[in-house]
């Protein structure tokens, strides 16, 4: 099968190219970064997934599937680049999907989506309301993104959409959301509040991620691996300094002494869990991760 993947130069990005690969596919990379030592097996296309050049790769390659990764979470890019990676690439990519007739299409997107309050469900399922919207803004442009892609369910009646909801990603690359938040020296928490946090490790993010494809999979999943985890336990087995703040005080000490900078609202994900049931996914697939939370947190920590 021929599979275009947006954001292939990101670290999950290669480690899904380089699992297609290993299965007998024809990989076309599309991302507006380089990826210099990419293998001679992944055919690269440096162009934004917004502009001509990037429809250019549809009109001539023709691919049968396509996985779209080219999202951003990071908050340091500005709100204006975000909306218009997230929710217009997004918008440019289904659009190129139903032009040159793709048979399936994969959305990667976050189990953010669900947001963290102190009232939501413990585990979220895919017929939960996107909380984040209101709980913290800088990731409504992600909802937006997540939102689309499930409008092509109906929308290209003949195309197989798959929405993924997938929770952090741990592991030696020390790429991600929660790798960013715990990288550093210290690692601010809110004290009195030690919610679960949920992970899988990368190789199975992109196993994960190849499987849906292969099951030809239709419809919103949730996507997880082992079972969820205290803050202070992950903070402790991956040896990082829990530095407990009052929470008046918790956005004053961020980028100070060693800590992450953080936006606001991020402070409800350091209080309360984000945390999916992703049984349907497991029984349209049968995916059982390769690694528990004990090695993927090793991963990380052994990566220093």
Not at 280 to 295: C, H, I, K, Q, S
Request: glycine share 6%.
């Amino acid at each position: 099968m021929k599979v275009l993947l947006t954001g292939v130069a990101g670290k999950l990005g290669r480690l899904v190219a380089l699992e297609l690969v290993a299965q007998g596919h024809d990989v076309l990379g599309v991302d507006r970064r380089p990826w210099p030592d990419a293998p001679d097996s992944v055919r690269m296309f440096n162009a934004d997934i917004r502009k001509r050049p990037a429809e250019d790769v549809f009109r001539t390659e023709r691919p049968d599937a396509v996985i779209h990764m080219a999202t951003v979470s990071h908050v340091s890019a500005s709100d204006a680049e975000r909306y218009r990676i997230n929710l217009k690439g997004t918008q440019a990519i289904f659009k190129h999907c139903s032009r040159y007739d793709v048979k399936q299409a994969v959305f990667v997107g976050r189990h953010t989506y669900y947001g963290a309050a102190p009232d939501a469900p413990l585990y979220h399922s895919e017929r939960d309301p996107p909380l984040a919207v209101s709980t913290f803004p800088a990731l409504s442009d992600m909802v937006a993104a997540d939102l689309y892609a499930g409008s092509a369910l109906w929308e290209i009646p003949t195309m197989s959409t798959a929405v993924l909801r997938v929770c952090y990603t741990l592991g030696p690359s020390k790429t991600g959301t929660l790798a960013q938040y715990i990288r550093g020296p210290r690692v601010p928490t809110v004290l009195g509040f030690d919610p679960l946090f949920q992970f899988m490790h990368e190789v199975d993010a992109a196993r994960a991620i190849c499987s849906a494809l292969h099951n030809r999979l239709r419809g919103i999943f949730n996507v997880a691996g082992p079972q969820p985890v205290p803050l202070s336990l992950l903070l402790r087995v991956t040896e990082r300094k829990n530095t407990a703040l009052l929470e008046p005080f918790f956005y004053a000490m961020l980028g100070r002494l060693g800590m992450p900078k953080l936006p606001k609202g991020s402070i409800n994900h350091v209080k309360y869990p984000v945390v999916v049931d992703a049984a349907n996914f497991l029984d349209a697939t049968g995916f059982v991760p390769e690694y528990d939370e004990v090695r993927t947190m090793q991963a990380f920590r052994w990566s220093d």
